[in-house]
């Protein structure tokens, strides 16, 4: 079943998933958890205003495994908030801030959840999109 609580602990959970992936601290095996996560028609529009599919955002993700291994790295997620919810989907947004040795990037993110029992917290990602917030 498709609640705001089981979006908030995607966003939430996912997000996890990437401080410990990039750090290098997820097995790699655990990657079948982002795959999961991901409706197959996924799509996410960047800050850039790239398209990135399912398989092209999951290749990227697994080739930057450890990337921030030593280093300082953090996702801080706020304002979580759900601006429509029905039958079996909601819209949700909220804040994103990374932090590096290097400073600080944010972004408002506005996704589409679909319910999907076989996923980690019982809801898919079926689009994404990221507009950048000035640091």
């Known amino acids: 079943m498709l609640t705001p609580t089981a979006c908030r602990a995607e966003?939430?959970?996912?997000?996890e998933f990437f401080v410990e992936w990039f750090a290098g601290a997820a097995p790699r095996s655990d990657l079948s958890r982002l795959e999961r996560a991901l409706a197959p028609e996924f799509e996410m529009v960047t800050t850039a205003g790239e398209r990135v599919d399912h398989e092209a955002l999951v290749d990227g993700i697994a080739e930057s495994h450890g990337r921030t291994a030593g280093e300082d790295f953090d996702i801080d997620v706020r304002e979580i908030e759900t601006v429509a919810l029905l039958d079996d989907h909601a819209v949700v947004r909220y804040e994103e801030r990374q932090s590096t040795a290097a400073g600080?990037?944010?972004?408002?993110?506005?996704?589409?959840?679909?319910?999907?029992?076989?996923?980690p917290e019982g809801v898919v990602w079926v689009t994404l999109q990221e507009t950048g917030l000035e640091s």
Request: charge should be negative.
């Open 104 to 119: 600080e990037t944010g972004r408002v993110s506005t996704a589409l959840f679909r319910a999907d029992e076989a996923a």
């Open 11 to 15: 966003i939430t959970g996912l997000h």
